[in-house]
């Protein structure tokens, strides 16, 4: 039997838009127990875990010893996935440290990082492509690996990279929210004329891949299994929508400056990244410069080729899972059903204005402006 299995996961990030699958994944057949650490146990996310079953509810912050101190205990296993929203780059740093640290301090066995990719650095420190809440997490990816190195022996330590999630697509308040343009389904985001390549992600294919992650830790510890459903381009995205829907779509390039001016965050551009962050903190960057490289990131990755700033192994990931979802029309098609199941109507009434809802937590939770 291997020495970094399982079976009580302390999980960080549980009430978010990645967290809910991530647990359901793991819970689904009782393999698992998962203890979720939560600001609000009351909070409908929060319940709609409890409801799964072989969960616990522990209400606390990842920004205290006792409180992450509290959660490793009694567990063997842990997913850590640090809102860097709520906290930005410089404290999720410090944080990631921390976690990490207590938790060998607590014996957990095997230890998964929620991540995003170190962008600054995959672009050659290209200024242009700096992105706080993807390179807060990037940076601390390869130090922990580095770490697991030398404490593997003690608790084995893996990172799980994501990219923005597709959903976003057809949600309120995302870079990626569309619009109704005399009855077309719009997407105006700075992406360039190819429409990018965005490494989106299915929220529901991260079921899995925890999963996966948390019953093969021989398999993966030491390494980054980065995920995605293709490099998509908007153009496509937008293809994909109408063969899907029968309505009329399409993806019209914007420059930085309209987009920032009248675009979905136009409201926030020169708030801080991160709502706990101090305006005045010159290590605090504002949405505009966060999201600008954020969205250099997508429009110089078209293609997946050697010139691409972010590059997936799509043949790692069929052998992983091969029924992942791998096309835009593929994932529209599943939602789309989904939608009809669940009472929320079809996709193109799923986009109009009144009936977009938010997919991330800090939309939900109205944190900040029109986020």
């Known amino acids: ?3 970094y299995q399982t079976s009580r996961i302390f999980v960080v990030g549980g009430t978010g838009a990645q967290g809910i699958p991530v647990v359901r994944g793991l819970v689904k057949d009782k393999k698992y127990f998962c203890r979720i650490l939560t600001r609000d146990g009351k ?3 929060a319940q709609q875990l409890l409801a799964l079953g072989n969960v ?6 990842f920004a205290s010893e006792q ?10 296993g842990a997913f850590v996935n640090i809102d860097g929203f709520n906290c930005g780059e410089k404290t999720e740093i410090y944080w990631t440290i921390r976690a990490y640290e207590l938790a060998i301090e607590e014996g957990i066995k095997f230890y998964v990082h929620g991540n995003l990719d170190y962008v600054y650095k995959k672009s050659g420190f290209d200024p242009k492509f700096r992105t706080g809440h993807y390179d807060a997490k990037g940076r601390m990816s390869e130090w922990l690996l580095e770490q697991n190195k030398q404490n593997g022996n003690r608790m084995g330590a893996a990172s799980f990279t994501t990219g923005p999630y597709i959903e976003m697509s057809i949600s309120s308040n995302t870079m990626f929210t569309p619009s109704i343009e005399n009855g077309t389904a719009t997407w105006r985001v700075p992406l360039g004329e190819h429409g990018g390549g965005v490494v989106h992600v299915a929220l529901d294919d991260c079921e899995y891949y925890v999963r996966w992650m948390f019953d093969n830790p ?4 030491g390494q980054d299994l980065e995920v995605a459903i293709d490099h998509i381009s908007y153009h496509d995205l937008a293809k994909a929508f109408t063969k899907v829907t029968g309505h009329p779509a399409q993806y ?5 400056e309209d987009f920032w001016a009248t675009g979905p965050m136009a409201p926030i ?4 990244c991160g709502y706990n962050n101090d305006k005045n903190d010159p290590a605090t960057f504002t949405n505009r410069l966060n999201f600008t490289g954020f969205l ?4 110089y990755s078209h293609g997946n080729d050697e010139k691409a700033i972010i590059k997936r192994d799509y043949k790692l990931l069929d052998e992983i899972f091969p029924s992942r979802i791998k096309t835009a029309e593929e994932w529209f098609r599943r939602e789309d059903a989904k939608g009809r199941e669940q009472g929320k109507g079809d996709l193109w009434q799923r986009v109009q204005r009144e009936n977009l809802k938010p997919i991330l937590k800090i939309a939900e939770d109205k944190r900040r402006g029109r986020l």
Do not use: H, Y
Request: net charge negative; charged share 30%; aromatic share 6%.
């Open 269 to 272: 551009a020169d708030q801080p």
């Open 296 to 299: 250099n990131m997508w429009k």
């Open 43 to 45: 909070s409908a996310r």
């Open 67 to 76: 409180d992450l101190r509290n959660g490793f205990r009694g567990c063997d």
């Open 1 to 3: 039997m291997s020495s």
């Open 252 to 256: 019209i390039d914007t420059t930085l």
């Open 218 to 221: 021989d398999r993966i510890a």
């Open 56 to 61: 616990e509810l522990v209400e606390g912050t």
